[in-house]
């Protein structure tokens, strides 16, 4: 085996042969290629090996196979990896339709594609036409994809699902697990011999499956030999096989870490400050108390924090520290310790936060949301108890435990989430969590943090929140329209809140808003307060009547 044939990527450690037999004349319209994240800027959505098969002729055919596999890559890669592999595919696939579709213009530029994709342990089969794709595993050789073929009466054959023929593309997809030794053939076309035994070298296999046939053909072979590290669903059997201990007393030893003092404490989870004497510094353990367990959203929530925080790399994210599966004899997290104060406490300390310091923390956070978004991750739970906030101005933010991936939870989540003071009025009413509920959440925080109270007193997000005189005007438009209770009417993500919060500051009017308030519902206090002017306002008629007239 050469060492080109050697590739890791992901965890993976992959064995390759490839194979391709032209046409005779011109290059026969057939292509294959191995493509490793790692060459599109996203490694962890591992390794994928791609066949297809152009139906139409001419050289036309010949570069549309060629582009549609390379496109399918690169959208493929570009998506992240909280977007399962079965969605990216599709989705990827879906997009090259659209364009063969439109470019065809009475061309047959439509073609098979199928393509093995490994990814967290797993791996992908996706399948579009009459490409065929095989596992051997210990012997025995099974195929893995159906052709999707249609006969005519004369015996002639076409594909009856190809990428570029309908403006409406059904994709093929399965999940397999996978197992050291597993092989994976992919074909463009069915080989001249049998397919009973693929034991051998690769190389030699590989190119004897088409000796003796005419016709172009196209494969890859590919032998896995070493597996990434553990998954979501890995890690899910990890720490159910983990006991749960009594909350520790200060001075005990965990594994290592030596406990100090509580750092919070609530119904579900306990937060200690611990020194940890393996690999040094001070840390927070993050400790499930026993009501936790018998709630499932919390349950669960604390296993998505772990694999969440696995995926994110961002600097103004707090995310759990890893540990060696042999160290953890209990369950529990390891998260960073970040000295700072909480952004709540903050709000009500004196000497209060300024507009610019207010906004230039929301800039902050937002650059933390998109982020996560642009990671196919909804925080969820945006507030100022869960921001931290440096000596040195740094932002982060905390609290995974709510976060909400679309792509794999799907639109009809178990439970809503969040805190209901920062909560966009649509996911009361069953609508999914996205970009413009983070922009409301995100805008429901600098209210608080500029005005000193809550937008909004209940979940009823109308008539919109007064906004104080003492506020910029730009700024009490930007609050205005990012709280809006209309989804659409609000910024479409955080980078656009943050766009809109910039542009004030440059360009906006300082000038303050003077008192002007819009019209909320009064309260109980504004009726009485309401009454004691009008009380007053009469009286002083009164007075002044009792001084002008004559006596």
Not at 245 to 250: A, E, F, G, Q, T
Not at 514 to 522: A, E, T
Request: charged content about 20%; glycine content about 10%.
């Amino acid at each position: 085996m050469n060492a080109d044939s050697l590739l890791s990527s992901a965890g993976w450690g992959l064995e390759v042969a490839t194979f391709s037999k032209p046409a005779a004349e011109g290059g026969g319209a057939d292509f294959h290629a191995v493509y490793r994240g790692e060459s599109f800027g996203n490694p962890s959505r591992g390794v994928a090996a791609v066949v297809a098969r152009a139906n139409g002729q001419g050289r036309a055919a010949v570069e549309a196979v060629q582009v549609a596999v390379h496109q399918f890559a690169e959208g493929l890669f570009s998506l992240p990896a909280t977007l399962g592999s079965g969605r990216a595919a599709e989705r990827s696939l879906s997009a090259v339709n659209d364009w063969l579709f439109s470019q065809a213009r009475g061309a047959d530029l439509s073609l098979s594609l199928s393509a093995v994709l490994f990814s967290n342990r797993r791996v992908g089969i996706v399948h579009v036409g009459n490409c065929l794709v095989y596992r051997a595993r210990r012997g025995e050789v099974v195929r893995l994809t159906s052709s999707h073929l249609r006969r005519f009466g004369d015996g002639h054959e076409f594909a009856a699902r190809a990428v570029g023929a309908e403006r409406d593309l059904r994709v093929d997809y399965i999940d397999l697990a996978v197992e050291a030794g597993d092989r994976f053939l992919l074909l463009s076309a069915a080989p001249v011999k049998n397919l009973e035994n693929l034991a051998g070298p690769l190389e030699s296999l590989a190119a004897g499956l088409f000796e003796g046939q005419e016709a172009p053909a196209s494969l890859v072979l590919i032998e896995v030999g070493e597996l990434p590290e553990a998954s979501y669903d890995d890690l899910a059997a990890e720490f159910s096989a983990l006991p749960l201990r009594p909350p520790p007393k200060d001075g005990d030893i965990w594994d290592g870490f030596v406990i100090s003092h509580t750092l919070y404490r609530s119904r579900w989870t306990v937060l200690k400050v611990a020194r940890d004497t393996v690999d040094g510094g001070e840390v927070v353990l993050k400790i499930p108390l026993p009501a936790m367990l018998h709630d499932k959203m919390f349950k669960a929530g604390f296993l998505r924090e772990a694999w969440v925080g696995r995926l994110t790399s961002s600097p103004w994210v707090s995310r759990p520290i890893e540990l060696p599966p042999e160290r953890r004899t209990s369950l529990y997290l390891v998260m960073p310790y970040y000295r700072g104060e909480g952004l709540a406490k903050r709000i009500v300390r004196k000497p209060k936060l300024t507009v610019i310091e207010s906004v230039d923390i929301i800039l902050k956070l937002c650059a933390a949301v998109q982020g996560l978004l642009n990671q196919q991750i909804v925080h969820r739970d945006i507030k100022p108890e869960n921001v931290l906030i440096s000596a040195n101005g740094g932002v982060t933010l905390l609290d995974l435990g709510m976060a909400y991936l679309p792509a794999i939870d799907g639109p009809l989540d178990e439970g809503i989430g969040g805190s209901t003071h920062y909560m966009a009025p649509e996911l009361f009413n069953g609508a999914a969590a996205g970009a413009r509920t983070e922009v409301f959440a995100l805008a429901a925080t600098l209210y608080r943090m500029v005005c000193g109270d809550y937008p909004f007193t209940g979940r009823d997000a109308t008539p919109p929140p007064a906004i104080p005189g003492h506020l910029p005007r730009w700024l009490g438009k930007a609050l205005l329209q990012a709280l809006s209770p209309q989804p659409e009417a609000r910024p479409a993500s955080p980078a656009d809140f943050a766009r809109l919060l910039e542009e004030g500051l440059v360009r906006g009017d300082p000038a303050p808003l003077r008192g002007r308030r819009l019209w909320r519902k009064p309260s109980q206090l504004d009726l009485w307060r309401g009454a004691a002017l009008i009380f007053a306002a009469a009286f002083a008629v009164l007075l002044a009547r009792d001084l002008v007239l004559p006596r």
